[in-house]
């Protein structure tokens, strides 16, 4: 079976690297694919440096929906491993969520992070959007996802043709989630020791969670639209 990794990134010059490296060494990945989303730092040029890597650029920043979309029309797969460019060494434990969907024990994993999940000193959010979205997956499929916001998944590519597109922007999961669990497959949450950004608890922090809480909201009503409830 092929697998094959895609990897949206916007200016991550600084963490692309180690991520990449980690994820070569992954045997089971047949394909490691970054989907350039209009970085305007040297997230390009870091990419171009890693033999094996394929890069695809997009003109200008379209948000996480709309690269992995972009990276899911130009190549085909039976399984694809989406994850975040920022995971850096820690990539390495996407292995573990391929084998279960590779071996028929579940359509779609989610890596479930653990408690100190940054990778720098910073700390985390205070887990309004998360629970929001924990509560709205629960009122549409009457399931408890506990990391429903997480990016880093294997998913059986047939899944991904019964949902349609990726939702828009930082409503990727929730689309993904809720549209799995409503058309009855298996979905499977891994602890993992998986790191990654953390956008602390200032200013930026605030616009960070604020903007995902909205499309997180936006997530929601498009799944209601969708009749996946």
């Known amino acids: 079976m092929k697998v094959v990794a895609l990897i949206p990134a916007y200016n991550e010059e600084e963490t692309i690297a180690s991520t990449l490296v980690a994820l070569q060494k992954i045997a089971l990945l047949n394909q490691i694919v970054v989907i350039n989303d209009g970085s305007t730092d040297e ?52 292995e573990r969520l391929i084998y279960p969907v590779l071996k028929g024990n579940a359509h779609m994993t989610i890596a479930k992070f653990q408690k100190k999940q940054s990778s720098s000193q910073e700390k985390m959010g205070f887990g309004l959007v998360r629970r929001l979205a924990t509560l709205g997956v629960k009122v549409l499929t009457k399931k408890t996802i506990t990391s429903p916001l997480s990016g880093q ?17 930082f409503s990727v999961e929730i689309g993904l989630t809720v549209g799995a669990l409503h058309h009855g497959y298996d979905v499977l949450e891994i602890p993992l020791p998986m790191k990654h950004r953390a956008y602390g608890r ?15 909201f936006r997530g929601l009503h498009h799944c209601w639209q969708k009749g996946w409830r």
């Open 43 to 94: 997230t390009a040029e870091v990419v171009k440096r890693h033999k094996g890597v394929t890069l695809l650029n997009l003109n200008k920043n379209s948000g996480k929906g709309a690269a992995l979309n972009y990276g899911l029309q130009n190549f085909q797969a039976d399984i694809f491993v989406l994850l975040d460019a920022d995971l850096g060494h820690t990539a390495i434990h996407g």
């Open 202 to 216: 200032g200013i930026k922090g605030i616009k960070h969670r604020g903007n995902q809480l909205i499309h997180v």
């Open 153 to 169: 998944r294997a998913i059986n590519a047939e899944v991904l043709q019964r949902l349609g597109p990726f939702f828009a922007g």
